[in-house]
């Protein structure tokens, strides 16, 4: 079976803003769609995709904002974390593109784009979108405004293309919303897609947008997030990991996830020779072990944060697993 398709939360706090600025509680909205409100407190974390087109489609119908995509799209690049980081950070409006379909993937495990050279333009491309017809047109809307965004780095924001693909087909109700408005759209396209000059390549990016912009795992620099993983079992870890801290770890929800039964999900995990419940301490293992060697940090915290309603259920699993208590693990590595 294919990886279940994750995305970084970034982007449902940018969907979530926007409902909110609307005059709309997002937390009400993600609870119908079943996400845990606390996927919102962690931008990097990895959750399953269909949760974000979930939350756009119905966000769109709860406000009635048929461009609420366009909205949630003028979030700055710079915010995009690592992802905005490397691309702000490139020299050249081309190196800009190169890395921006590069990175993508590691936003978004199924985030294609591409360049093209056709005539006098360079096509910046997306592979067509997956999901249902509302929530894909506002993650397009989305798109729309960060594509322009990355060209608006070296023409500044006025610039407009000649052209704009756009796979969705509603062209009555989005015709009047800006940028829309005022571009060349195509509706029904099978791609998105936008033709930029390519005198304009060559054009450097501004040097304060480059400036600091490189993450790396160096002495005093944050390491980049882990990129989505390219199986079943490895992207299942990682929405694990992501629901932990909200206690939202359950079967169920992981079934839902992955887009399976509860069943299904049993006899997927055994042909690897797993359960849920070995997956799952599996994690809390691997996510408990680097906690422990900051002594900056609580062992009460470290509980909490691996979804544990109680420390002392925490340090008898944790017993399980290494032999030692948490506290017993700290103190040998602290002294080695």
Same mark, same amino acid.
């Given at each position: 079976?294919?990886?279940?398709?994750?995305?970084?939360?970034?982007?449902?706090?940018?969907?979530?803003?926007?409902?909110?600025?609307?005059?709309?509680?997002?937390?009400?909205?993600?609870?119908?769609?079943?996400?845990?409100?606390?996927?919102?407190?962690?931008?990097?974390?990895?959750?399953?995709?269909?949760?974000?087109?979930?939350?756009?489609?119905h966000a769109a119908r709860v406000t009635g904002r048929a461009d609420i995509g366009l909205v949630a799209g003028?979030?700055?690049?710079?915010?995009?974390?690592?992802?905005?980081?490397?691309?702000?950070?490139?020299?050249?409006?081309?190196?800009?593109?190169?890395?921006?379909?590069?990175?993508?993937?590691?936003?978004?495990?199924?985030?294609?784009?591409?360049?093209?050279?056709? !005539?006098?333009?360079?096509?910046?491309?997306?592979?067509?979108? +997956?999901?249902?017809?509302?929530? /894909? %047109?506002? =993650? &397009?809307? #989305?798109?729309?405004?960060?594509?322009?965004?990355?060209?608006?780095?070296?023409?500044?924001?006025?610039?407009?293309?000649?052209?704009?693909?756009?796979?969705?087909?509603?062209?009555?109700?989005?015709?009047?919303?800006?940028?829309?408005?005022?571009?060349?759209?195509?509706?029904?396209?099978?791609?998105?897609?936008?033709?930029?000059?390519?005198?304009?390549?060559?054009?450097?990016?501004?040097?304060?947008?480059?400036?600091?912009?490189?993450?790396?795992?160096?002495? !005093?620099?944050?390491?980049?997030?882990?990129?989505?993983?390219? +199986?079943?079992?490895?992207?299942? /870890? %990682?929405? =694990? &990991?992501? #629901?932990?801290?909200?206690?939202?770890?359950?079967?169920?929800?992981?079934?839902?996830?992955?887009?399976?039964?509860?069943?299904?999900?049993?006899?997927?995990?055994?042909?690897?020779?797993?359960?849920?419940?070995?997956?799952?301490?599996?994690?809390?293992?691997?996510?408990?072990?680097?906690?422990?060697?900051?002594?900056?940090?609580?062992?009460?915290?470290?509980?909490?944060?691996?979804?544990?309603?109680?420390?002392?259920?925490?340090?008898?699993?944790?017993?399980?697993?290494?032999?030692?208590?948490?506290?017993?693990?700290?103190?040998?590595?602290?002294?080695?």
């Amino acid at each position: 079976m294919d990886a279940i398709p994750l995305i970084r939360a970034r982007y449902l706090q940018a969907f979530a803003a926007a409902v909110e600025r609307t005059g709309v509680r997002p937390q009400r909205l993600l609870e119908a769609v079943k996400i845990p409100v606390g996927i919102l407190e962690n931008p990097d974390a990895l959750h399953p995709a269909q949760q974000l087109f979930d939350f756009a489609g119905h966000a769109a119908r709860v406000t009635g904002r048929a461009d609420i995509g366009l909205v949630a799209g003028r979030t700055k690049l710079d915010d995009h974390g690592a992802f905005g980081n490397r691309v702000s950070g490139a020299p050249t409006l081309h190196q800009a593109l190169e890395t921006f379909c590069s990175e993508a993937l590691k936003e978004y495990s199924r985030a294609f784009f591409w360049i093209e050279r056709r !005539g006098d333009d360079i096509w910046f491309c997306r592979e067509k979108i +997956d999901g249902q017809s509302d929530g /894909r %047109q506002q =993650i &397009e809307l #989305y798109l729309v405004e960060l594509m322009l965004q990355t060209v608006g780095q070296v023409t500044g924001p006025g610039w407009q293309p000649g052209e704009l693909w756009l796979q969705s087909t509603d062209e009555r109700v989005l015709r009047d919303f800006e940028p829309l408005a005022q571009l060349n759209v195509r509706f029904g396209c099978p791609i998105l897609a936008i033709p930029i000059p390519r005198k304009l390549m060559s054009k450097s990016l501004p040097r304060n947008g480059r400036q600091g912009s490189r993450v790396t795992g160096g002495s !005093g620099k944050q390491a980049p997030p882990k990129p989505p993983a390219a +199986d079943f079992v490895g992207s299942l /870890r %990682q929405v =694990i &990991e992501t #629901y932990l801290p909200s206690r939202h770890a359950k079967i169920e929800a992981a079934a839902e996830a992955a887009g399976m039964s509860v069943r299904s999900l049993q006899r997927r995990l055994a042909s690897e020779g797993l359960t849920f419940s070995q997956l799952v301490d599996e994690v809390r293992l691997e996510m408990a072990v680097p906690q422990l060697r900051d002594p900056d940090i609580r062992l009460t915290d470290i509980a909490f944060g691996l979804g544990y309603s109680d420390p002392a259920h925490f340090t008898r699993a944790f017993g399980r697993w290494a032999g030692v208590s948490p506290s017993e693990y700290r103190a040998h590595q602290l002294v080695s």
